[in-house]
């Protein structure tokens, strides 16, 4: 069962900043949120992962709401290449070997 | 680092017939490896865990004895699609874990199989 709501489509301008909205109600206290995207026809690509507290990276940042009910994953400056369908995965701490379960996630277009 | 290497990208093989797909994990050792499947506008679904040395767990739904999976090294884990039909067509991907630390997991390239 889907920990996670994400919204089906979104579109965005190249270079403005893609917000990414990523509902999980149902989380728990040890348990993470991680983003990964997929291209079409390749495998997915790690994104970021955060806890509770805001994390960036050289690929996005991840903003989570203090109640970590809910989570955004920001690309700053979105480019045609950003276009993907992005996963937003609720899970264990990353040293575990739980498997990841995905969602039908977001499918972002980035429009010229 | 951490890259997964992922073979065939594409194969195409008779109705009944079976295929081999190899899973590598180039610049670490992984000793849990995941095979997902992927039909056309679908999400991936998991198929099955690999564990280095050990059985492999499926998933509830998915066929032991026709998605074969060996995990003999720390680098190597194999799927095996046997007697392959039409329905069997689909995008295959694994992937891996780096063993020990806080590591991400990696995914393969994925392999299209289409049964014809």
């Known amino acids: 069962d889907a920990k996670t709501t994400q919204p089906p489509s979104m579109d965005c301008a190249e270079g403005r900043a893609a917000n990414l909205p990523c509902n999980h109600s149902?989380?728990?206290?040890?348990?993470?949120v991680y983003w990964y995207r997929q291209i079409h026809s390749q495998g997915p690509q790690y994104i970021i992962h955060?806890?509770?507290n805001n994390e960036t990276n050289e690929m996005a940042s991840l903003i989570i709401t203090e109640d970590r009910k809910s989570s955004t994953l920001i690309l700053p400056h979105a480019t045609l290449r950003d276009t993907a369908v992005y996963y937003c995965?609720?899970?264990?701490?990353?040293?575990?070997?739980?498997?990841?379960?995905f969602g039908t996630g977001t499918r972002l277009t980035i429009i010229p | 680092g951490a890259v997964v290497s992922q073979h065939p990208s594409w194969v195409i093989c008779k109705s009944g017939t079976s295929v081999k797909i190899e899973c590598r994990s180039l610049?670490?050792?992984?000793?849990?490896m995941f095979w997902y499947r992927q039909f056309p506008k679908q999400s991936l679904m998991l198929m099955a865990t690999?564990?280095?040395?050990?059985?492999?767990?499926?998933e509830q739904g998915v066929e032991k004895d026709k998605f074969l999976i060996n995990h003999a090294s720390l680098t190597l884990s194999t799927l095996t699609v046997t007697s392959a039909h039409p329905e069997d067509s689909s995008f295959y991907i694994c992937?891996?874990?780096?063993?020990?630390?806080?590591?991400?997991?990696?995914f393969g390239s994925g392999t299209r199989l289409t049964v014809v």
């Open positions: 992937s891996a874990r780096r063993a020990g630390g806080n590591y991400g997991y990696t």
């Open positions: 149902t989380i728990s206290g040890n348990e993470y």
């Open positions: 955060g806890l509770k």
């Open positions: 995965i609720v899970r264990g701490p990353p040293h575990g070997n739980e498997k990841l379960t």
């Open positions: 610049d670490f050792q992984a000793t849990t």
């Open positions: 690999s564990n280095e040395g050990s059985k492999a767990t499926y």
